[in-house]
Structure formats: C-alpha cells, structure tokens
C-alpha cells in the first residue's frame, strides 16, 4: 500500500525551528517530485516548496525563501523541510506529496513549462503535520 506520512509538526515560539519528514512505504520516491503544501485556518492550501527526483532546482515559495530548506534521503525513502526563523504566519498543518510526471527536469519533475508542480499534479498526498508558531 503506498503511504506517505508526514512528521516533525509541533508548537514552537517565533524565531524557532522544526524539521519536517515524509517518509514514503510500499514504493521508491527515487522517481518521484516531492512537494510541500500547507493550509492555514481558513485559508487555501498554498505550495511552500518543491524539489525533483534529481535532489536538483529546489523551489520555494517567496514567503519561505531564505529560512525553509528542502532536501531528500532516497536511500531513506524520506524527505524533508527543514523550517528556521519560523513565523506565526507559518502556521498550518504542512503536507507532503509526489508527483511522477514527466516535467522540464525529466521523470519526477516538480518543474512543468517553467512553474511548479500544481496540487492537481500530485499523485500522492500525506496526511498532514500541524505546525503552530506562537509565544
């Protein structure tokens, strides 16, 4: 059964940091984009940042640019967001999610016609981790 699931979530003061995982079962991420969403209270699910099966071109969104971090372990079958400086605004419940299209980088592609990978383009989602950014 093919299962993604997201850890690391918690509560932490302003200025803080976590480390989030996905760690994928019952398939490879070897092939596969990884992204990471979030949804705050009230708001639409936004893409936070991207990155292909190469472990190549991150992509970040301009709201995290500079304090979030993506990286993958495929002989861990994990990824990862590390988050610095995080903000009150960062609060959300983070999700994780793959993709095997073929996009500008290839097969596992968060990249397609020089913009990322939309939600619709996913093929597998987590259940989500809730981060809370609060004194």
């Known amino acids: 059964q093919l299962r993604l699931v997201e850890s690391g979530g918690g509560l932490v003061q302003p200025g803080g940091s976590l480390r989030l995982s996905c760690a994928a079962s019952?398939?490879?991420?070897?092939?596969?984009?990884i992204g990471w969403f979030r949804q705050a209270p009230g708001k639409e699910r936004e893409g936070v940042s991207c990155i292909s099966s190469s472990g190549g071109n991150p992509k970040y969104a301009s709201s995290v640019k500079g304090r979030f971090t993506i990286s993958r372990d495929n002989a861990k079958n994990t990824a990862y967001l590390q988050m610095n400086s995080l903000k009150p605004e960062d609060t959300a419940v983070y999700y994780c999610a793959v993709s095997s299209r073929w996009g500008d980088y290839g097969l596992g592609s968060c990249i397609l016609d020089d913009r990322p990978l939309l939600e619709s383009e996913y093929d597998y989602w987590g259940q989500g981790t809730q981060v809370t950014v609060s004194s």
């Open positions: 019952g398939f490879t991420l070897d092939y596969y984009a």
